[in-house]
């Protein structure tokens, strides 16, 4: 079983993985996932990505240049795209320029909504014995879901690592996380 909650109001988390532009602002107490200027403000064709440093369970043993923010499952083995991806900003960092990785599960979600400042809370779920996979947005106080049934286990092994990544292209927003929440049920 694994589990693990993060809150990056001024603290700076130890057990993580840290790739690319992935820092936290002198001025900001949050975790910030891509590049920002003096002022905050987005900065174009930036990738960042953060890891849990250890292995979790996911189960019993048995595109183009994108905008936004996924939450990732790969393989403990998984070895990343060399360097930024070229372009930056490409593929949400994950996945070959070719848009070709096998055994990665990903949800993305896509940071142009039109919405200025925004704060979302996004929420991930799998249960492995119902196959149950779930994604809910929430913003103020409305909350957009998604469900599909889906064996995780025919691309994943069972041991698996998880992390959360983000890229800018062409169009920008800051990427910011103020909290983490994961738990792994799979023994």
């Known amino acids: 079983m694994a589990s693990f909650q993060y809150n990056f109001y001024n603290k700076k988390v130890t057990d993580l993985i840290y790739q690319f532009d992935t820092h936290y602002p002198k001025q900001d107490p949050v975790l910030r996932l891509t590049k920002t200027d003096e002022n905050a403000k987005a900065l174009p064709w930036s990738t960042g990505r953060i890891l849990y440093s250890k292995t979790a369970r996911s ?4 595109s183009p240049i994108a905008d936004g923010l996924a939450f ?21 960092g994950l996945f070959e320029q070719a ?10 979600f896509d940071a142009y909504l039109g919405i200025p400042n925004y704060e979302l809370t996004l929420v991930v779920s799998y249960d492995g014995a119902t196959r ?3 994604a809910s947005v929430t913003y103020g106080s409305e909350t957009f879901l998604v469900s599909l049934s889906y064996s995780l286990a025919t691309i994943l092994p069972s041991g698996v690592r998880v992390g959360l990544a ?9 990427h910011d996380v103020h909290y983490w929440d994961f738990t792994s049920t799979a023994p």
């Open 99 to 108: 848009g070709k990785s096998p055994n990665v599960f990903a949800v993305a």
């Open 59 to 62: 189960a019993p043993c048995a």
């Open 132 to 134: 149950a996979i779930s």
């Open 72 to 92: 990732f499952v790969v393989p403990e083995d998984h070895t990343f795209p060399e360097g930024r991806n070229p372009p930056p900003g490409g593929n949400l």
């Open 166 to 174: 983000s890229t800018t292209g062409q169009n920008v927003a800051v």
